[in-house]
């Protein structure tokens, strides 16, 4: 096999709505975060065999090498190549803004003509190479940073773009605080197994949560804007009260959201898994 010099860049990711319970078929709103990035380049080596061992493959930097011969190691059948991977990136790591997923998806543009996955893969073989970093992913932040545009996910029909251009103003704030994506989902799993009845009235509230995103993205693209941003503020506020009954707010968090709803903030919750990353502000 052949290979040639290759280069992609993967912007990151928020999320609106629907977080953990878009894992039991309820609805996400996610968008692209075009201010942090992910970029991956592929230099093949001159004079050297076509496929090689790991010791005719390198990675920089060397720190992800590791990470990167795990997930490459994990295809059945793939001989690492002969050549340099160089990765780059701007996305901060367990802040819920995509790291794992923009990795996911500009490794599979890179091996999509080498492994020939046809277009109809590409969407879930990147979701499997994401399985490595959380055990279980819906899908749906490889969905938004392949999309590179405002989407509604479900895991059964995956993601649709959202006919928006407009957003009212959305900011995000670092928390400080970094916790695992798989641990925040196995709280939230055993939430569900102690508090059956509870645990089906907070997916059904993320799930309300994320209609009425939906629907105020719209409003508010649309030029009505009063509409859109009382429905989004009814949103988050639906998202937000999620998370407190999932116990993913630490007092830290708590804190920082207060600030920014006396600072004026209509609305205010995580973005992500939970447990730390960003808050989410929306503003008049």
């Known amino acids: 096999m052949m290979w040639s010099n290759f280069e992609t860049t993967v912007g990151g990711k928020w999320v609106l709505t629907g977080e953990h319970s878009v894992l039991r078929m309820a609805e996400a709103i996610a968008l692209p975060h075009p201010e942090v990035f992910l970029k991956l380049r592929f230099q093949p080596f001159l004079n050297s065999p076509p496929e090689g061992s790991a010791g005719d493959f390198s990675v920089e930097p060397l720190i992800a090498e590791p990470l990167i011969l795990k997930m490459l190691t994990s295809i059945e ?28 998806v500009a490794l599979t543009r890179w091996l999509t003509r080498p492994l020939q996955l046809p277009l109809s893969q590409v969407l879930g073989f990147a979701t499997r190479l994401e399985h490595l970093f959380h055990g279980k992913s819906s899908g749906m932040d490889v969905a938004v940073v392949s999309v590179g545009a405002p989407i509604a996910f479900t895991s059964k029909e995956g993601p649709t773009p959202l006919p928006i251009k407009k957003l009212p103003r959305f900011t995000l704030h670092d928390t400080g605080l970094r916790c695992k994506t798989s641990l925040c989902i196995e709280k939230v799993d055993l939430f569900r197994t102690q508090f059956l009845e509870k645990g089906r009235q907070v997916d059904h509230e993320m799930k309300a949560a994320s209609e009425l995103a939906k629907t105020g993205l719209i409003h508010y693209h ?17 998202g937000r009260s999620c998370f407190y009954a999932w116990d993913l707010v630490p007092p830290e968090v708590q804190k920082l959201e207060d600030q920014l709803l006396n600072e004026g903030a209509l609305a205010v919750k995580l973005t992500g898994a939970g447990a730390g990353g960003m808050v989410v502000a929306l503003w008049s």
């Not at 649309?222 to 506020?237: D, H, I, P, V, Y």
């Open 77 to 104: 059948g793939f001989k690492l190549p002969s050549g340099k991977l160089r990765i780059e990136s701007t996305i901060p790591i367990g802040a819920g803004l995509g790291s794992s997923a923009a990795l996911c």
């Open 222 to 238: 649309l030029e009505n804007r009063k509409q859109g941003l009382s429905l989004l503020t009814k949103a988050m506020e639906k």
